[in-house]
């Protein structure tokens, strides 16, 4: 009775209670209408519909072998024309992700069945892109190799990351219903057709640089989409690794193989970048060569005993000179610490005006 009649405990007991109101309110408005909002939870999709939806996306119907080759003619003219916009396109139709992704779930699931039947639809895919890439690039007859091609043939460990992590965005979304539409996004992420149709163009002109460059890059995709999406697999309780095991080892034995050439060219990259900073920095701020002119592009490539510079520049008719360009080169070459060899392109710009009188 005391208690009651205080007025500071009268007030501290409103406002406990108007909060344990207000919480089982917000608990009411939780629950009311939905129930427990069970829908709401999302589930992994069950194995027999899994496996269902794998082995048709691995079979070799006419289906995938007519949208492949459709997606390496269009692949590789989109690399002989040099556009970005037309190689996505040839990303988001190509069906090659399916059998891929059936081969990592088979391995985690000890399916040798599915195994085989999705390596063969991949051996089947690899063979009609190439072919497709190499029979268009001929018939083309272009014979210039741009930065699309060229850039599909130095892979690094930069690509091992991305195959890496598109390997296990394939195998999760595969089992998300709810996010299945993320797939398309997978497959331009970690670009399996491209460096199959740069393989093809290889052949065509008969670049051997060309066909190790892209063949590594695509070994080291197709490995590292079976190992990660084996591994996301195995994770969601779909298989056990017992059965996975020896699958898990001979990828993990070929990914350490691809991984050496993955780091001596990431090696190459990066004082590739290093020395372009570097001569980029020297051109801007320490020379008077091209001052009166817009450089448009340098281009650094490194050689075992010289780099070789590309430069390209806008500048009015007779502004520079042999001789700016020689000192120039020696000026590089004595702050870089190596022999260069100095191409500058100029584009002649031709000024009009017209006075007003």
Not at 207 to 228: A, D, H, K, R, W
Not at 328 to 350: A, C, F, N, W, Y
């Amino acid at each position: 009775m005391i208690l009651t009649h205080n007025p500071r405990y009268v007030v501290y007991l409103r406002y406990t209670l108007r909060k344990i109101n207000r919480r089982l309110n917000l608990k009411q408005l939780w629950y009311q209408d939905n129930g427990n909002w069970h829908w709401i939870k999302e589930k992994a999709t069950p194995i027999a519909s899994l496996n269902r939806s794998l082995w048709r996306l691995s079979v070799p119907s006419f289906g995938f072998h007519f949208m492949l080759g459709l997606s390496a003619i269009i692949a590789t003219l989109g690399l002989l024309a040099n556009n970005v916009a037309i190689i996505i396109g040839a990303m988001i139709i190509a069906p090659l992700m399916g059998p891929i992704v059936g081969m990592a779930y088979s391995i985690a699931m000890g399916n040798r069945m599915l195994l085989r039947r999705s390596s063969l639809t991949i051996i089947k895919g690899i063979v009609l892109t190439i072919l497709a890439s190499w029979l268009t690039a001929s018939v083309i007859g272009l014979k210039t190799v741009d930065s699309e091609i060229l850039s599909r043939t130095n892979p690094t460990l930069i690509d091992f990351g991305i195959a890496m992590a598109a390997g296990a965005a394939g195998a999760f979304a595969n089992t998300r219903r709810s996010i299945s539409d993320a797939i398309p996004g997978v497959a331009i992420a970690v670009a399996l057709v491209p460096p199959l149709s740069v393989i093809g163009i290889g052949l065509a002109l008969g670049e051997e640089e060309i066909v190790v460059g892209s063949s590594l890059l695509f070994l080291t995709n197709l490995i590292c989409i079976i190992f990660f999406g084996g591994l996301v697999f195995l994770f969601q309780s779909y298989g056990n690794i017992e059965r996975a095991k020896q699958g898990l080892v001979m990828s993990t034995v070929v990914m350490f193989l691809l991984a050496i050439p993955l780091t001596f060219s990431m090696r190459k990259l990066i004082v590739r970048k290093n020395f372009h900073y570097q001569i980029s920095n020297l051109i801007v701020h320490e020379t008077n060569t091209f001052a009166n002119s817009a450089i448009r592009s340098i281009k650094v490539i490194s050689h075992r005993d010289y780099l070789n510079v590309k430069i390209e520049v806008a500048a009015p008719i007779d502004t520079i000179s042999q001789e700016e360009i020689d000192q120039t080169r020696q000026l590089l070459s004595r702050r870089i610490g190596q022999d260069i060899d100095l191409e500058v392109k100029i584009i002649p710009v031709k000024i009009f005006k017209s006075p007003n009188s």
